[in-house]
């Protein structure tokens, strides 16, 4: 079976700064899609960016960037120029090729200092 | 923010009581999920529909019985509940099963 494990429960940051949040994926499979989701205090989960394995480069939604190790089997997420507005819950997701079904890790909280 | 919407936001109720939680998607997507979010625990995955016809049911007790009567709107009646189902429960809806999925905002409910 799957797992997804993030190893932050949770991560601070300075208002402006660049922080990291980590995940790592256990599977056999060679066709997936890896996912962050960030969720803020008012529940509403949102997709933040979204890898698919088979891509080398690494996925890049303005100042959200991932830094995706195939062979490690790890996909972190930085956040470059940290804002208030980034304070929230971010899940990290694994979805084999071809299924609905995905995995989710249990959660960084990330906390934004101004 | 507002393509997938869920009412109530918050729902309180006693083990007798008898509930629905409402999910409606603006996007025109074809699929539906239900999910359970608790406290420290990963996201557990407890219904699917697609196309109106249910594709998955993760072991999920009979007190949970979801309807989806079309490919916009998807219910969660709700009956007989124990303290330990309090969590918040999120919709999402996807364009086809297996692509991106988005969430509503969830119903946080407490089972007294």
């Known amino acids: 079976a799957q797992t997804v494990t993030q190893s932050q429960p949770e991560m601070s940051v300075q208002e402006a700064e660049t922080v990291t949040l980590s995940c790592t994926y256990d599977t056999s499979e060679s066709d997936y899609y890896l996912f962050w989701y960030k969720q803020p205090p008012s529940r509403q989960m949102i997709l933040v960016i979204r890898q698919e394995a088979y891509k080398q480069q690494n996925a890049t939604e303005n100042r959200f960037s991932v830094n995706f190790q195939k062979a490690a089997k790890s996909f972190s997420l930085k956040i470059s120029d940290s804002q208030l507005g980034d304070a929230a819950m971010y899940f990290c997701?694994?979805?084999?090729?071809?299924?609905?079904?995905?995995?989710f890790g249990r959660g960084t909280s990330l906390i934004v200092h101004p | 923010e507002t393509g997938v919407t869920q009412t109530p936001r918050h729902l309180v109720m006693g083990m007798t009581n008898k509930k629905s939680l409402k999910c409606e998607q603006h996007l025109g997507h074809n699929a539906m999920y239900w999910y359970k979010q608790s406290a420290k625990k990963p996201l557990e995955l407890m219904f699917v529909?697609?196309?109106?016809?249910?594709?998955e049911n993760n072991s999920v007790p009979s007190r949970f019985s979801p309807e989806c009567p079309n490919s916009s709107h998807l219910f969660l009646h709700l009956h007989t509940l124990q303290p330990e189902d309090s969590a918040l429960y999120l919709c999402a809806s996807s364009q086809e099963l297996a692509e991106t999925q988005y969430f509503g905002p969830g119903t946080r409910l407490l089972v007294l």
């Open positions: 529909y697609n196309f109106k016809e249910q594709t």
């Open positions: 997701a694994y979805r084999r090729g071809g299924s609905y079904i995905p995995t």
